[in-house]
C-alpha cells in the first residue's frame, strides 16, 4: 500500500511530459490513432490502477484490444515500449534516451554455449542477434546465472509457447529477480512455491469461471494476495464471489487491493464490507449531489472522504449537514468540504444537533458583529477579521457586546472605524472600564499620559532578551492578555 499518493483533482491539473526525442524521431512518422495511443498510455501511466485499465484506453480513444496490441508491437519494435504480457495486454514505456543509445558490443565466443542452448529451445524461429543482445545486457546488469536464465526462458516457453518474446522473459526474470532469484536452485524453489499453490490456483480458477491453467501473471497475483498481503484463501474467494459482471484476475486483484488499503482481511469483513458498500455509494452520490459535484465512479470517493469521515465517527445526516454548509458558503469540492469536516472534528462536533448548534452560535454571533459594523456607519457583510476582532474584545478583552457597540457609536464617521474601536477599548481596558455605565462616563476620553519622570528601574536589554519576550508573547494565553 503507497504511503502517500496524488489525488485525483491533482492529477488531472498536472502535466504530461513528452520527450522531444518522441517528438523529433518517432511522431512524424505515427499515425492518428498511433499518436493518440501513445500519449494516452503515457499519461495512463501515473493514474492509479483502477483508471488504468485496457477497458478505460479503449472506451476512450475508440479503438479495439486487438488494434492497440498491434499498435504496441509497432511501438516495441521502435524501442518506445515492452509488451509485457499479451493477454492481459501489459506495457511498459521505455526511457528513449536508453533506445537512442547505441548497444554495447559482447564477444560471442564468451557466449557460444548460452547462445546454442537458449537457440534449442525455440525449435520454430532463429533468434536474432539483437535478442542474444538483450539477455546478455541482462545478465550482466542483474548478475544471474546463465543456467537460471535458461531455466526461466523454458518456462515461459511452457507456457506461452514458442511464440514468446524476449521482452516477455525478461520481464518475468527480472520481477524474479527483484526477489532474489539468481541461481538455478532459486529458480527451482520458485517453480516449487507456484507448484505448491496449484491446489489454492485451481480453486481461484473455480470461482473466477475460468477453464484451463493459470498464466505466470496470475501465480504471481495469487503468491502476492496470499505471501505479501496477507490474505487466506478463503478471503480470496470470498472477493472473486463479490465481483460483479465479467471476473478475472485483474478485476480481482484490483478488489484485493482496495481491502488492503480498507484493511479488510478475512471473508466475514468482506462480506460486512460489501453489504454496506452499496449504501455508502448511496451517501457518497447524495453528498455530491449536495454539493454541487458529478462523478461517473465514486470508488476513489468512498477510499478518500467517505470512508475516513465515517471512521471519525461522523454520522451519515451529519455528513450530509456539513456538505450542505459547505454549499453555502461557497465550498463546492471534496476536498474543500474535507477541510470542513477536519475543522469539526478538531472541535469534536460529529452529530447533526451539535453542528447546528455550532453554526446557530456563529450566525447569532455574526447578527452581533453586524450591529457593530452598521454602528459605525458602515453598510458591508461581516468579515474573517471582524470575526477576529470581535473574539478579541469579547473573549480576550472580557467586554460585553453593549460596551462594544457604543465604542462603535462613538467611533462612527471616522476614516477607519474598526482601528478607533480597538484603541478606545484598549484605553477603557488599561482605565479597568468594564461596564457601560462606566463606559459612558469615561466616553472617548483618553487616559492620562504617564508622567516623563521615570518610576522604574532603568536596565540595558540584550537583543536576545527582546528578542525571547517578542517570541513568549505569541505564548500567551487569552486570560493572560
Not at 32 to 52: A, D, F, I, W
Not at 348 to 376: M, P, S, W, Y
Given at each position: 500500500m503507497s504511503l502517500a499518493k496524488f489525488?485525483?483533482?491533482?492529477?488531472?491539473?498536472?502535466?504530461?511530459?513528452?520527450?522531444?526525442?518522441?517528438?523529433?524521431?518517432?511522431?512524424?512518422?505515427?499515425?492518428?490513432?498511433?499518436?493518440?495511443?501513445?500519449?494516452?498510455?503515457?499519461?495512463?501511466?501515473?493514474?492509479?490502477?483502477?483508471?488504468?485499465?485496457?477497458?478505460?484506453?479503449?472506451?476512450?480513444?475508440?479503438?479495439?484490444?486487438a488494434e492497440l496490441l498491434a499498435i504496441y508491437t509497432d511501438f516495441e519494435d521502435a524501442g518506445l515500449c515492452r509488451v509485457v504480457s499479451k493477454n492481459p495486454l501489459e506495457v511498459a514505456y521505455c526511457s528513449l534516451?536508453?533506445?537512442?543509445q547505441p548497444p554495447k558490443k559482447y564477444k560471442s565466443e564468451k557466449w557460444?554455449?548460452?547462445?546454442?542452448?537458449?537457440?534449442?529451445?525455440?525449435?520454430?524461429?532463429?533468434?536474432?542477434?539483437?535478442?542474444?543482445?538483450?539477455?546478455?545486457?541482462?545478465?550482466?546488469?542483474?548478475?544471474?546465472?546463465?543456467?537460471?536464465?535458461?531455466?526461466?526462458?523454458?518456462?515461459?516457453?511452457?507456457?506461452?509457447?514458442?511464440?514468446?518474446?524476449?521482452?516477455?522473459?525478461?520481464?518475468?526474470?527480472?520481477?524474479?529477480?527483484?526477489?532474489?532469484?539468481?541461481?538455478?536452485?532459486?529458480?527451482?524453489?520458485?517453480?516449487?512455491?507456484?507448484?505448491?499453490?496449484?491446489?489454492?490456483?485451481?480453486?481461484?480458477?473455480?470461482?473466477?469461471?475460468?477453464?484451463?491453467?493459470?498464466?505466470l501473471e496470475e501465480k504471481q497475483m495469487l503468491t502476492k494476495w496470499t505471501r505479501s498481503w496477507g490474505f487466506t484463501l478463503p478471503a480470496v474467494l470470498e472477493a472473486a464471489k463479490s465481483l460483479k459482471g465479467g471476473k478475472s484476475f485483474r478485476?480481482?486483484?484490483?478488489?484485493?487491493?482496495e481491502f488492503y488499503r480498507m484493511s479488510?482481511?478475512?471473508?466475514?469483513?468482506?462480506?460486512?464490507?460489501?453489504?454496506?458498500?452499496?449504501?455508502?455509494?448511496?451517501?457518497?452520490?447524495?453528498?455530491?449531489k449536495t454539493i454541487g459535484v458529478f462523478y461517473g465512479s465514486v470508488d476513489h470517493i468512498l477510499e478518500v472522504y467517505t470512508s475516513p469521515w465515517l471512521e471519525k465517527g461522523f454520522s451519515e445526516e451529519a455528513l450530509l449537514t456539513v456538505a450542505h454548509y459547505c454549499f453555502l458558503s461557497g465550498i463546492r469540492t471534496l476536498e474543500g468540504m474535507n477541510g470542513v469536516v477536519d475543522k469539526f472534528y478538531s472541535q469534536?462536533?460529529?452529530?447533526?444537533?451539535?453542528?447546528?448548534?455550532?453554526?446557530?452560535?456563529?450566525?447569532?454571533?455574526?447578527?452581533?458583529?453586524?450591529?457593530?459594523?452598521?454602528?459605525?456607519?458602515?453598510?458591508?457583510g461581516v468579515t474573517a477579521s471582524d470575526r477576529n476582532y470581535y473574539r478579541t474584545w469579547s473573549a480576550a478583552w472580557g467586554f460585553a457586546d453593549d460596551v462594544i457597540l457604543y465604542a462603535a457609536e462613538l467611533s462612527a464617521g471616522r476614516s477607519y472605524p474598526v482601528s478607533a474601536i480597538n484603541r478606545l477599548l484598549s484605553e477603557w481596558k488599561a482605565q479597568g472600564v468594564s461596564a457601560l455605565e462606566d463606559a459612558k462616563r469615561v466616553g472617548n476620553t483618553p487616559s492620562p499620559r504617564p508622567s516623563s519622570s521615570k518610576n522604574f528601574e532603568e536596565r540595558d536589554y540584550t537583543d536576545e532578551q527582546i528578542k525571547s519576550v517578542m517570541i513568549n508573547i505569541d505564548d500567551l494565553e487569552d486570560d493572560e492578555l
Open positions: 489525488s485525483s483533482d491533482f492529477l488531472i491539473e498536472s502535466f504530461t511530459l513528452v520527450d522531444n526525442l518522441f517528438i523529433n524521431e518517432h511522431l512524424p512518422h505515427c499515425s492518428e490513432k498511433q499518436l493518440k495511443v501513445y500519449l494516452y498510455g503515457l499519461y495512463m501511466c501515473s493514474m492509479p490502477e483502477r483508471m488504468n485499465s485496457l477497458d478505460e484506453m479503449c472506451a476512450t480513444l475508440g479503438v479495439t484490444e534516451k536508453r533506445a537512442m557460444n554455449d548460452f547462445n546454442r542452448e537458449l537457440q534449442e529451445l525455440f525449435h520454430e524461429r532463429m533468434l536474432t542477434p539483437n535478442e542474444y543482445n538483450e539477455y546478455y545486457a541482462f545478465l550482466d546488469s542483474v548478475k544471474m546465472d546463465r543456467d537460471a536464465m535458461l531455466m526461466i526462458a523454458r518456462y515461459c516457453i511452457e507456457l506461452k509457447g514458442e511464440s514468446v518474446r524476449y521482452p516477455y522473459i525478461l520481464t518475468v526474470a527480472r520481477n524474479w529477480a527483484n526477489e532474489g532469484v539468481r541461481t538455478v536452485a532459486d529458480v527451482e524453489n520458485k517453480l516449487n512455491e507456484y507448484e505448491a499453490q496449484s491446489e489454492d490456483m485451481r480453486a481461484v480458477l473455480a470461482a473466477l469461471g475460468r477453464k484451463g491453467g493459470a498464466e478485476k480481482l486483484d484490483s478488489r484485493l487491493d479488510v482481511f478475512t471473508a466475514e469483513d468482506m462480506r460486512d464490507y460489501n453489504a454496506r458498500r452499496d449504501h455508502l455509494t448511496d451517501l457518497a452520490v447524495r453528498i455530491n469534536g462536533l460529529l452529530t447533526v444537533d451539535a453542528i447546528n448548534a455550532f453554526i446557530g452560535e456563529q450566525v447569532e454571533q455574526d447578527e452581533r458583529i453586524k450591529k457593530i459594523v452598521e454602528a459605525t456607519g458602515r453598510e458591508r
